[in-house]
C-alpha cells in the first residue's frame, strides 16, 4: 500500500503561481511514476503531469505546457508541482497518484494504483 497526501492547495488571482506537494509513505517511492490530476466541478479527472521514478522524463497535458512544472525528491518520497501563470480554468480539485512501475510514462487516471485525497485550487480573475 501506498499513502498519498497532497498540500498547498489554495485561492489565488490570475497570474499568480503556486505549488502544490505531495507526500508518499508506504513503499519505496521511486517505484513508482507520480502524476498530477484535476477534477472541475461536474467533470471526469483529467491528466495535468506525470513523471518517470528519477524525475528523468516527463509529459504534460496540453493546457499545462509551459506554465505547470513536475518534481519529484526520492529521498524526501515527495512529489511537486509547480504551477505558474494560473488561469481561472486551472481551478479544480488536484490528485496525486502513483503508478508501478515507475519507468513507463501514463497519462489515462484508470491506469494508477494509488491516490492522494486531492488539494482544492481555486483561481480567480
Known amino acids: 500500500q501506498v499513502q498519498l497526501v497532497e498540500s498547498g492547495g489554495g485561492l489565488l488571482q490570475a497570474g499568480d503561481s503556486l505549488r502544490l506537494s505531495c507526500h508518499g509513505s508506504?513503499?519505496?517511492?521511486?517505484?513508482?511514476?507520480m502524476g498530477w490530476f484535476r477534477q472541475h466541478p461536474g467533470k471526469e479527472r483529467e491528466f495535468v503531469a506525470v513523471?518517470?521514478?528519477?524525475?528523468?522524463?516527463?509529459q504534460y497535458a496540453d493546457a499545462v505546457q509551459g506554465r505547470f512544472t513536475i518534481s519529484r525528491d526520492n529521498a524526501k518520497s515527495m512529489v511537486y508541482l509547480q504551477m505558474n501563470s494560473l488561469k481561472p480554468e486551472d481551478t479544480a480539485v488536484y490528485y496525486c497518484?502513483?503508478?508501478?512501475?515507475?519507468?513507463?510514462?501514463?497519462?489515462?487516471?484508470?491506469?494508477?494504483?494509488?491516490w492522494g485525497q486531492g488539494t482544492q485550487v481555486t483561481v480567480t480573475v
Open positions: 513523471t518517470t521514478w528519477n524525475g528523468g522524463r516527463s
Open positions: 508506504g513503499r519505496t517511492f521511486n517505484d513508482f511514476i
Open positions: 497518484a502513483a503508478k508501478f512501475p515507475g519507468h513507463i510514462l501514463v497519462a489515462e487516471p484508470i491506469g494508477y494504483n494509488y
